[in-house]
């Protein structure tokens, strides 16, 4: 069965950076696009992020252009969000999901990782 598994959340002072790292199973992780979205305290779901399948075209929600990378490796099915300059409005859990971008209507959801930025 698909899995996704989110790994490197934490707490970061507004400045900072963190790297989201999502391992993917189960399917054929190469074949897809991919995405990564949010939920901060008391809202709801947003779209952060995508990336095409062979990686060649990147998508980015206004709030974090300029300040994420998202990025894959394919050969070992992971599925990366470089951020950086750190803000307290990106406090939120971030999840890992596909197949897609540009919604927040997945099939496949990872347990996610809590970001916490905050000096």
């Known amino acids: 069965q698909v899995q996704l598994v989110e790994s490197g959340g934490g707490l970061a002072q507004p400045g900072g950076s963190l790297r989201l790292s999502c391992e993917a199973s189960?399917?054929?992780?190469?074949?897809?696009?991919m995405s990564w979205v949010r939920q901060a305290p008391g809202k709801g779901l947003e779209w952060v992020s995508g990336?095409?399948?062979?990686?060649?075209?990147?998508e980015y929600a206004s709030s974090v252009k300029g300040r994420f990378t998202i990025s894959r490796d394919n050969t070992k099915n992971t599925l990366y969000l470089q951020m950086n300059s750190l803000k307290s409005e990106d406090t939120a859990r971030y999840y890992c999901?596909?197949?897609?971008?540009?919604?927040?209507?997945?099939?496949?959801w990872g347990q996610g990782t809590q970001v916490t930025v905050s000096s």
């Open positions: 999901a596909g197949p897609g971008f540009g919604t927040i209507e997945f099939d496949w």
């Open positions: 189960g399917f054929t992780f190469s074949a897809y696009a």
């Open positions: 990336i095409y399948s062979d990686g060649t075209m990147t």
